[in-house]
């Protein structure tokens, strides 16, 4: 519930409940007892985080102003979870107090903390994918910054001299287009390199385990006996029974 007016240049924030004033979000009102819904569940930062049920006494009401990924709003689409990337900074913002919901009781509140500092931490110092697929395009992780107006891109299998190729960087961002053969690319961003895979294989296409045709009853120990090697069906048809018993001495007054 508090931040400073103005954040470092360059860094990743997490901001709870209190905007800065330098960043294109602005809180315009507030909101009352909303539903909250996640927007976004393939982002890694909304990864295995369910806010079904929770109960929120108050949102602030946020206008978005510049260029953000919403991912998780109220049920009437204005935006609570906000991840905000500009050039050198990564801003997580949490459009609500803490305090004044049941999240810290779930599990969900401690995933999405343990998401952001991953993510925030560990998966945004690197600049792209180590591997794409043929065809797909690249694009960076997070924003370059400002002066860095174009990058190069060198494939391991160019001749020695042919020249990398320039790609603009357009609003902190590139586009790599020319994947159409496999193999590794080197890009160069500024005095850094990153280096990606351009490959066929895919998690399933590359498993490398034996095939099994084995039945569902072979892999579960069962024969094919009437009660099996287990004795779940045992059980039941004794459960059965026991219930029919009980029935009929019921029925002829034995029991009450």
Do not use: K
């Not at 053969?181 to 490398?208: H, K, M, T, W, Y």
């Amino acid at each position: 519930n508090w931040a400073p007016q103005r954040l470092p240049e360059s860094g990743r924030f997490i901001l709870i409940n209190e905007m800065t004033e330098d960043l294109s979000v602005r809180v315009v009102g507030e909101l009352s007892e909303p539903v909250l819904a996640v927007d976004d569940r393939d982002h890694p930062l909304m990864r295995f985080v369910e806010f079904e049920g929770a109960t929120v006494t108050r949102v602030q009401e946020l206008d978005v102003l510049g260029r953000a990924d919403v991912l998780a709003s109220t049920g009437d689409g204005d935006p609570v979870i906000v991840h905000l990337r500009q050039p050198g900074r990564d801003v997580l913002y949490l459009a609500f107090d803490v305090l004044e919901t049941d999240l810290p009781f779930r599990n969900s509140f401690p995933i999405l903390l343990r998401n952001a500092l991953t993510y925030l931490a560990e998966e945004q110092t690197a600049w792209v994918e180590p591997q794409a697929q043929v065809g797909s395009i690249i694009r960076p992780l997070r924003p370059l910054p400002d002066s860095i107006t174009h990058i190069s891109l060198i494939r391991a299998d160019a001749p020695e001299d042919e020249p990398p190729a320039e790609i603009p960087v357009r609003g902190g961002t590139f586009a790599i287009t020319d994947t159409s053969r496999v193999g590794p690319l080197r890009i160069d961003i500024g005095s850094e390199s990153a280096f990606v895979a351009v490959n066929v294989a895919d998690e399933a296409e590359s498993r490398v385990a034996p095939y099994s045709d084995e039945s569902s009853e072979h892999s579960l120990v069962l024969s094919s006996s009437v009660f099996g090697t287990l004795p779940w069906m045992a059980l039941a048809v004794a459960a059965m029974a026991l219930v029919c018993l009980e029935w009929f001495t019921y029925s002829m007054r034995w029991t009450e």
